[in-house]
T-cell receptor, first 113, second 113 residues
Framework: QKEVEQNSGPLSVPEGAIASLNCTYS??????FFWYRQYSGKSPELIMS????GDKEDGRFTAQLNKASQYVSLLIRDSQPSDSATYLC?????????????FGKGTHLIIQP | DTEVTQTPKHLVMGMTNKKSLKCEQH?????MYWYKQKAKKPPELMFVYSYEKLSINESVPSRFSPECPNSSLLNLHLHALQPEDSALYLCASSPKSGPDTQYFGPGTRLTVL
């Protein structure tokens, strides 16, 4: 049974600061890792995907993966009030073909103006 | 373009009704998914279709019946639902089977009376 753990928060960060979101996963066979942003009442929106150890940067977002520690994180630089949302960490393994995502419970991020 | 469309946006049904949810993508993706999301919970995988064949059924009750008429369409037929089935139903697609980025549609908000 795959498990993905996140601190549910809320995580409160001042505007302009760096927000740091963390996630751990249980299945060492997991191969793909994703961060989704979800606003209240809306569907998840892909922010970042990462497949290999190290950092991956896209604009204000940086994803970090450490497979040995089974740890993935998301940094948001220059946080904006519009970044206030729930951030879902998701993990995808391989089950002989298409696999579904296993989500963490999400971290509620609040950016204070 | 990574658009997945879902209809209807909202659905209210009684426990004796039969209804269907529809999902469509025209990105040539070969894997499609149904997820269920209850309030303040993460999405939970229900079904996976890979190359139009059902590859994963996460022990979902038979009152939910998926159908994949072609590579662009995914339906979820609903019959004799219970009030606890009220949730946001999310469709997603990915370019190919196996670990790959999944893109979500806007969801159908279902209320069972």
């Amino acid at each position: 049974q795959k498990e993905v753990e996140q601190n549910s928060g809320p995580l409160s960060v001042p505007e302009g600061a760096i927000a740091s979101l963390n996630c751990t996963y249980s299945d060492r066979g997991s191969q793909s890792f994703f961060w989704y942003r979800q606003y209240s009442g809306k569907s998840p929106e892909l922010i970042m995907s990462i497949y290999s150890n190290g950092d991956k940067e896209d604009g204000r977002f940086t994803a970090q993966l450490n497979k040995a520690s089974q740890y993935v994180s998301l940094l948001i630089r220059d946080s904006q009030p519009s970044d206030s949302a729930t951030y879902l960490c998701a993990v995808n393994g391989v089950r002989g073909g298409a696999d579904g995502l296993t989500f963490g419970k999400g971290t509620h991020l609040i950016i204070q103006p | 373009d990574t658009e997945v469309t879902q209809t209807p946006k909202h659905l209210v049904m009684g426990m004796t009704n039969k209804k269907s949810l529809k999902c469509e993508q025209h990105m040539g993706h070969r894997a499609m998914y149904w997820y269920k999301q209850k309030a303040k919970k993460p999405p939970e995988l229900m079904f996976v279709y890979s190359y139009e064949k059902l590859s994963i059924n996460e022990s979902v009750p038979s009152r939910f019946s998926p159908e994949c008429p072609n590579s662009s369409l995914l339906n979820l037929h609903l019959h004799a639902l219970q009030p606890e089935d009220s949730a946001l139903y999310l469709c997603a697609s990915s370019p190919k089977s196996g670990p790959d980025t999944q893109y979500f549609g806007p969801g159908t908000r279902l209320t069972v009376l």
